[in-house]
């Protein structure tokens, strides 16, 4: 394999906080130049880190991305070391999202292909209206828990949340969180439930699984129960062992509950609302 | 069924059997199983005639003009208020319990502002310019325009700073957006050989493009809709991207290409598996408000890096223009208004007959709006919904938009008859289906040039409008209600259209 070329951008030379702009012109001239792994440090808040990159690069980011993290990609492994505001992956085509915290609302909106990796929480309508098509299948894994509307609209692809707490894993809390960072033996059980509301509503396509058990109040319209086999974990499997090593989780962990799996009611869940004969 | 579940037909389809010449092609083009072929009797028969909805496919395709359809002959007794319309809707819903579900745009009886305005010619204060012998400008840019220029020298070069891509139009009429999928592929690839060879836009609709007409995408705009459907990196890079909001058809209301529909051609465009239920939801779920449009179209530069128009298609309602407002603050290099009449593959009947207003009040409000608050300059308003002919592109423009947008006449010209069968998929003209074998009734060949000829006819006349104007650039006719007078019934209309009633003199010193 050819050698990385590495590049570090600071997004807040001398203490001037660089607008989205002038980082993501930073960033592209980069992955134009031929860069494969591309730092960027000192990351608060800036948008769109990533859009609508092709190449197969690499970008760490250091501190808390803005919003639309990747948006309309279709390459980048994007890795944020530290949280993500909404809409992480927005329009998602392919490569790989993964945030060493949390990200909040409507992540993977939309997404076509790839996969999202979150440690931490999510706020709602996670994977909304996520699809696939043949090979390209994405995936959203939240490590945490999430919120209301999961999996809204979902039409392909897989939703895994894990209810996993890693509030007190990270060994230093003023060093960025990395796979390093995580002290196995601390990762906790959420008490509670890990999903809210309307769970899959009006879904018509994918799967989303639960780990653990999911009330039946939680279930949106059209979302049912489906019996968590084999080939489910198959599914799963490769997914949760990239998981596993990106957070330095013990797989016996992730297996240890067992899984709820949500599926839809049927692939056309609205076909029969609406009528065309001609009056 | 039960018997009393039965409505009386709409049509009567008969035919002269002495005309009759025997060849069942009317049976071959009926899709709605009307007419049937009697083998035994080697003569066409009316089957069902309920099933007729007066597309005229059989009566154009009869060598013996031997076909007629009439308004089926039994009576409703009368009754102003309970109407046919309102009883068939009645009997229809008690039946299935459904939404009723219809195709084109809003066919109820309201008033036409276009209809109540008339415009100014040139007569001896100011000379008409000859249009088929001297230039007339139409040629229009869509994209955003900076309020001024600065030029710079630099190195002995003249640089201009703060541009914005601009798109050039060869007429200020693009095609609206309709899906592959709402019409069919060769209807699709029809509109897109003409807006090539005319040098004008077609919208993509809501559904990507197709692999297959990638060479057509400089024509296109790529239209980002809250389904996501087919939008990739490439995709972004048609001439311009639209967000789309909403439909003047169906405002507030999303789409839904029913899994039926969702064919090979279908799936291999939007990205989605066969025979799955192509789902659009009512709101775009990453935009709540105007800060989250502004995001999204922040977004959309980003990902195409300031190359490309980004623009925003709006429903016309109530509150249009501080909407319209709105979008120009977030960043939008063009917005479109889609008025009451525009129309739609499939939409409920309730919405797409009650909900918006009509386009032209929409435009001449967000024209004046935006020119009091100061950034007219910025955007390009392009409108339509709809547009019947050039006379009503003339005083949309008149009224202040830039571009005017037709689809419906572009279907009319490839053989639509309006018969608003298209939430069906049968469509006898090959345009509303996703049937291979209907679809392959359209020729592209004949399509394309029809709907070039269309293009250019309109191009043409207003040409010929503006010369008896005495306007040589069609930029100059843009939000010129000066120019327009009002003769409908209504004086407070022509306050909100800001045009003087027709007749109205200006005193000498002063109103």
């Given at each position: 394999?050819?050698?990385?070329?590495?590049?570090?951008?600071?997004?807040?030379p001398?203490?001037n906080?660089l607008h989205?702009r002038e980082?993501?012109e930073?960033?592209?001239?980069?992955v134009?130049?031929?860069?494969s792994h591309?730092?960027v440090?000192?990351?608060?808040?800036?948008?769109?880190i990533?859009?609508?990159?092709?190449?197969?690069?690499?970008?760490?980011v250091y501190?808390?991305?803005g919003l639309?993290?990747?948006?309309?990609?279709?390459?980048?492994?994007?890795?944020?070391?530290?949280?993500?505001?909404?809409?992480?992956?927005?329009t998602?085509?392919?490569?790989?999202?993964?945030?060493?915290?949390?990200?909040?609302d409507?992540?993977g909106?939309?997404?076509r292909?790839?996969?999202?990796?979150?440690?931490?929480?999510?706020?709602?309508?996670?994977?909304?209206h996520?699809?696939?098509?043949?090979?390209k299948?994405p995936?959203?894994?939240?490590?945490?828990r999430?919120k209301?509307?999961?999996g809204?609209?979902?039409?392909?692809?897989m939703?895994?949340?894990?209810?996993?707490?890693?509030r007190?894993?990270?060994?230093d809390?003023?060093k960025?969180?990395?796979?390093?960072?995580?002290?196995?033996g601390?990762?906790?059980e959420?008490q509670?439930?890990?999903v809210q509301?309307?769970?899959?509503?009006?879904?018509?396509?994918?799967?989303?699984?639960?780990?653990?058990d999911v009330?039946?109040?939680?279930?949106?319209i059209?979302?049912?129960?489906?019996?968590y086999?084999?080939?489910?974990?198959?599914?799963?499997?490769?997914v949760?062992e990239?998981?596993s090593?990106?957070?330095n989780t013990?797989?016996?962990?992730?297996w240890k509950?067992?899984?709820?799996k949500?599926?839809?009611?049927s692939?056309r869940?609205?076909?029969?609302?609406?009528?065309?004969?001609?009056? | 069924?039960?018997?009393?579940?039965?409505?009386?037909?709409?049509?009567?389809t008969?035919?002269d059997?002495?005309k009759?010449?025997?060849?069942?092609?009317c049976?071959?083009?009926?899709?709605?199983g009307v007419?049937e072929f009697?083998?035994?009797?080697?003569?066409p028969?009316?089957?069902?005639?309920?099933?007729c909805?007066?597309?005229q496919?059989?009566?154009v395709?009869?060598p013996?003009e031997?076909?007629?359809i009439?308004n089926?002959?039994?009576?409703?007794?009368p009754?102003?208020n309970?109407?046919?319309?309102?009883?068939r809707?009645?009997f229809e819903?008690?039946?299935t319990?459904g939404?009723?579900?219809?195709?084109?745009g809003?066919?109820?009886a309201y008033p036409i502002?276009?209809?109540y305005?008339?415009?100014?010619?040139?007569?001896?204060t100011?000379?008409?310019i000859?249009?088929?012998?001297?230039?007339v400008?139409?040629r229009t840019?869509?994209g955003?325009?900076?309020?001024?220029?600065?030029?710079?020298?630099?190195?002995?070069k003249?640089?201009?700073?703060?541009?914005?891509?601009?798109?050039?139009?060869?007429?200020?009429?693009?095609?609206?957006?309709?899906?592959?999928?709402?019409i069919s592929?060769?209807?699709?690839?029809s509109?897109?050989?003409?807006?090539?060879?005319v040098?004008?836009?077609?919208g993509?609709g809501e559904g990507?493009?197709?692999p297959s007409?990638?060479?057509?995408?400089?024509n296109?705009?790529?239209?980002?809709?809250?389904?996501?459907?087919g939008?990739?990196?490439?995709?972004l890079?048609?001439?311009a991207?639209?967000i789309?909001?909403?439909?003047?058809?169906k405002?507030?209301?999303?789409?839904?290409l029913p899994?039926e529909k969702?064919t090979?051609?279908?799936?291999?465009?939007?990205?989605i598996?066969?025979?799955?239920?192509a789902?659009s939801?009512?709101?775009q779920?990453?935009?709540?408000?105007?800060?989250?449009?502004?995001?999204l179209?922040?977004a959309?530069h980003?990902?195409t890096?300031y190359?490309i128009p980004?623009?925003?298609k709006?429903?016309?309602?109530n509150n249009?223009?501080p909407?319209?407002s709105?979008?120009v603050?977030?960043?939008?290099?063009?917005?479109?208004?889609?008025?009451?009449?525009?129309a739609?593959?499939?939409?409920p009947r309730?919405?797409?007959?009650n909900?918006?207003?009509?386009?032209?009040?929409?435009?001449?409000?967000?024209?004046?709006?935006?020119?009091?608050?100061?950034?007219?300059h910025q955007?390009t308003?392009i409108?339509?919904g709809?547009?019947?002919s050039?006379?009503d592109l003339?005083?949309?423009?008149a009224?202040g938009?830039?571009i005017g947008?037709?689809?419906t006449a572009?279907?009319?010209a490839?053989?639509c008859r309006m018969?608003?069968?298209?939430?069906?998929?049968k469509?006898?003209?090959?345009?509303?289906?996703?049937?291979?074998?209907?679809?392959?009734?359209?020729?592209?060949?004949?399509?394309?040039?029809?709907?070039?000829n269309?293009l250019?006819?309109?191009?043409?006349?207003?040409?010929?409008?503006?010369?008896?104007?005495?306007?040589?650039?069609?930029?100059?006719?843009?939000?010129?209600?000066?120019?327009?007078r009002?003769i409908?019934?209504?004086?407070?209309e022509?306050?909100?259209?800001?045009?003087?009633?027709?007749g109205?003199?200006?005193?000498?010193g002063?109103?």
């Amino acid at each position: 394999m050819e050698q990385a070329r590495k590049i570090t951008i600071d997004a807040e030379p001398q203490g001037n906080k660089l607008h989205y702009r002038e980082l993501n012109e930073k960033i592209r001239k980069a992955v134009r130049e031929g860069f494969s792994h591309i730092t960027v440090n000192n990351v608060s808040g800036q948008r769109f880190i990533g859009a609508g990159i092709k190449e197969r690069v690499t970008i760490e980011v250091y501190g808390d991305a803005g919003l639309d993290t990747g948006v309309f990609s279709e390459g980048p492994t994007i890795i944020i070391h530290g949280n993500s505001e909404y809409l992480l992956g927005n329009t998602l085509n392919g490569g790989e999202l993964v945030v060493y915290g949390d990200s909040w609302d409507i992540t993977g909106m939309g997404a076509r292909s790839g996969r999202i990796f979150v440690m931490g929480e999510g706020g709602s309508r996670i994977g909304i209206h996520m699809k696939e098509f043949k090979d390209k299948k994405p995936a959203i894994v939240y490590g945490g828990r999430v919120k209301q509307y999961l999996g809204e609209y979902m039409a392909g692809g897989m939703i895994i949340v894990l209810g996993l707490d890693y509030r007190d894993a990270v060994i230093d809390r003023k060093k960025p969180v990395t796979k390093e960072n995580i002290d196995p033996g601390k990762i906790k059980e959420y008490q509670g439930d890990i999903v809210q509301s309307y769970v899959g509503a009006g879904m018509h396509g994918g799967a989303i699984y639960v780990r653990g058990d999911v009330p039946d109040k939680y279930l949106g319209i059209y979302a049912v129960k489906d019996d968590y086999n084999e080939s489910d974990r198959e599914l799963l499997k490769p997914v949760l062992e990239r998981y596993s090593e990106l957070f330095n989780t013990p797989a016996d962990l992730l297996w240890k509950k067992g899984f709820t799996k949500i599926m839809p009611i049927s692939s056309r869940p609205f076909g029969k609302v609406y009528n065309s004969t001609p009056i | 069924m039960q018997a009393q579940d039965k409505t009386i037909p709409r049509f009567k389809t008969s035919m002269d059997l002495d005309k009759c010449i025997k060849c069942g092609r009317c049976a071959v083009n009926c899709p709605f199983g009307v007419i049937e072929f009697d083998r035994e009797q080697k003569k066409p028969v009316v089957v069902n005639t309920g099933n007729c909805v007066a597309c005229q496919r059989c009566a154009v395709y009869c060598p013996g003009e031997a076909i007629s359809i009439e308004n089926y002959p039994v009576a409703y007794a009368p009754h102003a208020n309970w109407t046919p319309w309102h009883l068939r809707g009645i009997f229809e819903q008690a039946r299935t319990g459904g939404i009723l579900t219809t195709g084109m745009g809003n066919d109820r009886a309201y008033p036409i502002v276009f209809d109540y305005l008339v415009w100014d010619a040139c007569q001896v204060t100011n000379p008409a310019i000859d249009a088929l012998r001297e230039p007339v400008e139409t040629r229009t840019f869509l994209g955003r325009k900076p309020r001024n220029l600065s030029i710079r020298e630099v190195d002995g070069k003249y640089v201009m700073d703060d541009t914005y891509p601009n798109v050039m139009l060869s007429t200020p009429l693009t095609v609206g957006h309709m899906s592959l999928g709402s019409i069919s592929y060769n209807a699709y690839t029809s509109i897109l050989r003409a807006v090539s060879e005319v040098g004008t836009l077609f919208g993509t609709g809501e559904g990507g493009l197709h692999p297959s007409h990638q060479a057509y995408k400089k024509n296109t705009i790529s239209e980002v809709a809250s389904g996501r459907f087919g939008v990739s990196p490439d995709y972004l890079y048609g001439a311009a991207i639209e967000i789309k909001i909403g439909q003047g058809a169906k405002p507030g209301h999303g789409g839904q290409l029913p899994g039926e529909k969702v064919t090979q051609l279908i799936s291999d465009t939007r990205g989605i598996p066969l025979g799955t239920d192509a789902l659009s939801p009512n709101p775009q779920h990453d935009i709540y408000s105007i800060e989250d449009l502004k995001t999204l179209i922040a977004a959309l530069h980003e990902a195409t890096e300031y190359t490309i128009p980004v623009g925003v298609k709006v429903a016309a309602v109530n509150n249009i223009a501080p909407i319209a407002s709105g979008i120009v603050r977030a960043g939008a290099d063009f917005l479109t208004i889609d008025g009451f009449r525009g129309a739609t593959g499939a939409a409920p009947r309730v919405i797409r007959d009650n909900a918006g207003i009509p386009v032209e009040l929409a435009v001449a409000s967000v024209d004046q709006h935006l020119r009091n608050e100061g950034i007219r300059h910025q955007i390009t308003l392009i409108a339509g919904g709809s547009l019947r002919s050039s006379s009503d592109l003339v005083k949309i423009i008149a009224l202040g938009a830039d571009i005017g947008m037709i689809s419906t006449a572009v279907l009319i010209a490839m053989g639509c008859r309006m018969c608003q069968q298209c939430p069906t998929g049968k469509c006898a003209w090959g345009i509303a289906t996703g049937d291979p074998v209907l679809g392959k009734r359209m020729d592209i060949n004949w399509a394309s040039k029809r709907v070039s000829n269309l293009l250019r006819a309109w191009t043409a006349d207003l040409d010929e409008v503006l010369g008896a104007m005495g306007i040589d650039a069609v930029d100059s006719l843009i939000g010129n209600r000066d120019r327009l007078r009002y003769i409908g019934p209504n004086p407070h209309e022509a306050k909100i259209l800001g045009v003087q009633h027709a007749g109205s003199r200006v005193e000498i010193g002063g109103e």
